[in-house]
């Protein structure tokens, strides 16, 4: 088997990281491939990058209308059997293609998708791999429709766009897809659902890079709102799908209990108890990808190093020092979500160290907050 694949990059104002995406593409040991790259109407120097790649590419230029707009029109030009859609701050590693290849079966998989690694903006690896929990595999149709997008979507179940690959046969039947409330998180809509469409298949291992730096937009302000739309937008797509398959169900009727939901209740539960214009260490493995400014209060990454998250520490002990350095410089608080409940786990003496040193003003199974 050796289907053409196509891999789409969508870009808007990332230049600076434009040329490690279309590189990662071009160098893919697998070569019956195109790379088109969609541009929504950047103002910086994505154009000179653009042109410094030539003929190797294909470059299409329109105005800015988000990511569900750069898919549409990529998908609409493509030839692929297979699509790839990559962020452009993201990159792939050269055998990422060769392998989701290997795992397609005709119309039998409608995904394959694989680990990504956590870089920063320099491109060095942060933490643990995207996720950092189980990649959904199978037949996930009877799940989707028993639950809803919560179970079989988003995190922590698949890696974010870069991170999988799509059959033609599943994206004909549901593009174009809609693009007012998708401009941004519109992979979110493919992961609802790839599983009406055939099997999902899993890669365990880091197949491409996701690059953490200070425009993710993964629970900004405002953001996590927008999500609820889009979650509500998928509901009502996967219930359209369904009933041309035959099968009817109310969208209102599946659970509102998606990852998002609980971060946002989580979130609700800072915001309530970490006074307004303090500060707060959060172990969080940056998976909250938050703004500094959280609604008025300063979040500080764990570990931190010069204002960025530097990966888990090596050690109790190396835990205990950076909480005992940030209670120096003024922090008030420690916010540990229940993603990252595991640390108190694996670092004994750091969770004894928390439990007898600072009391915990909340504890449930979203989020525990020491006051400092």
């Not at 996590?224 to 041309?244: K, Q």
Request: proline content about 5%; charged content about 25%; aromatic content about 12%.
């Amino acid at each position: 088997m050796n289907p053409l694949v196509s891999i789409i990059i969508n870009n808007y104002n990332y230049g600076r990281f434009l040329g490690d995406a279309i590189d990662s593409a071009l160098q893919q040991t697998y070569q019956n491939k195109e790379v088109i790259v969609v541009d929504d109407g950047s103002k910086d120097h994505s154009m000179d990058i653009l042109a410094s790649f030539g003929n190797q590419i294909f470059a299409l230029l329109k105005t800015n209308k988000g990511q569900a707009s750069c898919f549409n029109v990529g998908f609409q030009i493509c030839e692929g059997d297979i699509i790839i859609f990559l962020d452009a701050d993201d990159y792939l590693r050269e055998n990422t293609v060769e392998k989701a290849v290997e795992l397609f079966e005709g119309n039998k998989v409608a995904k394959v998708h694989w680990r990504l690694s956590r870089v920063n903006e320099d491109g060095k690896v942060i933490g643990k791999s995207l996720p950092d929990s189980n990649l959904a595999e199978g037949d996930l149709k009877p799940q989707l429709i028993q639950f809803g997008p919560s179970q079989c979507g988003g995190p922590p179940n698949s890696p974010p766009t870069s991170g999988n690959a799509w059959s033609r046969h599943f994206l004909e039947n549901i593009f174009p897809m809609p693009e007012k409330v998708f401009r941004g998180g519109a992979d979110g809509y493919l992961f609802a659902l790839a599983p009406l469409f055939g099997e999902i298949k899993k890669i365990n291992e880091p197949l491409g890079f996701y690059r953490v730096h200070g425009r993710n937009n993964t629970v900004k302000s405002g953001y996590i709102h927008n999500y609820f739309d889009r979650f509500e937008e998928c509901c009502n797509g996967l219930s359209h799908h369904l009933a041309r398959q035959g099968v009817n169900i109310d969208p209102k009727s599946w659970p509102r209990d998606h990852w998002y939901h609980k971060v946002n209740a989580a979130m609700n539960l800072v915001k309530e108890k970490v006074d307004k214009g303090s500060s707060f260490i959060l172990i969080d493995d940056s998976h909250w990808v938050t703004e500094k400014d959280f609604f008025g209060r300063t979040r500080i990454p764990f570990m931190e190093r010069h204002g960025y998250y530097a990966g888990p520490p090596e050690s109790d002990s190396e835990a205990i020092n950076e909480i005992e350095k940030q209670k120096r410089l003024g922090a008030g608080y420690i916010v540990l979500p229940w993603s990252c409940y595991w640390y108190l786990d694996q670092f004994k003496e750091f969770e004894g160290y928390l439990r007898t040193h600072f009391p915990v003003i909340v504890q449930n199974e979203l989020v525990k907050i020491y006051a400092l």
